[in-house]
């Protein structure tokens, strides 16, 4: 079966009421979640059948959230998947669907 690979760029990145990047890139590659800054450091990483992703139950749509190594993550992406050759991240569902398929819940 082949991994599912997602990469959301320009993702506003949080950990509690702190910012820690405001155009920030999250990728699942190799197994692995990791969250970077918009200048390619990392900020976390986990193998992604570790971490729990989910909606929050209050709060715009275009919101996600991370539970990576015993931190949760606030992922701001997009409510709706931008237009083809149109700039932004995807939708926040897309993010959640791309972790449970990676960690081989969703099929």
Same mark, same amino acid.
């Given at each position: 079966? *082949?991994?599912?690979? @997602?990469?959301?760029?320009?993702v506003r990145? !949080?950990?509690?009421?702190?910012?820690l990047?405001?155009?920030?890139?999250?990728?699942?590659? !190799?197994?692995r979640?990791?969250?970077?800054?918009?200048y390619?450091?990392?900020?976390?990483?986990?193998?992604?059948?570790s971490?729990?992703?989910?909606?929050p139950? @209050? !709060?715009?749509?275009?919101?996600?959230?991370?539970?990576?190594?015993?931190t949760?993550?606030? #992922?701001? #992406?997009?409510?709706?998947?931008?237009a083809?050759?149109e700039?932004g991240?995807? *939708?926040?569902h897309? @993010?959640?669907? *791309?972790?449970?398929?990676?960690?081989?819940? !969703?099929?």
């Amino acid at each position: 079966m *082949a991994e599912p690979e @997602f990469t959301a760029r320009d993702v506003r990145i !949080g950990k509690g009421l702190r910012s820690l990047s405001r155009a920030g890139e999250v990728r699942i590659r !190799g197994g692995r979640l990791e969250l970077l800054t918009s200048y390619g450091s990392e900020i976390d990483s986990a193998p992604v059948r570790s971490v729990r992703a989910s909606r929050p139950w @209050f !709060g715009p749509g275009d919101r996600a959230l991370a539970d990576l190594n015993g931190t949760r993550y606030q #992922l701001t #992406l997009s409510e709706r998947d931008p237009a083809p050759g149109e700039p932004g991240p995807p *939708a926040a569902h897309r @993010f959640i669907e *791309a972790v449970r398929r990676a960690a081989g819940h !969703g099929d």
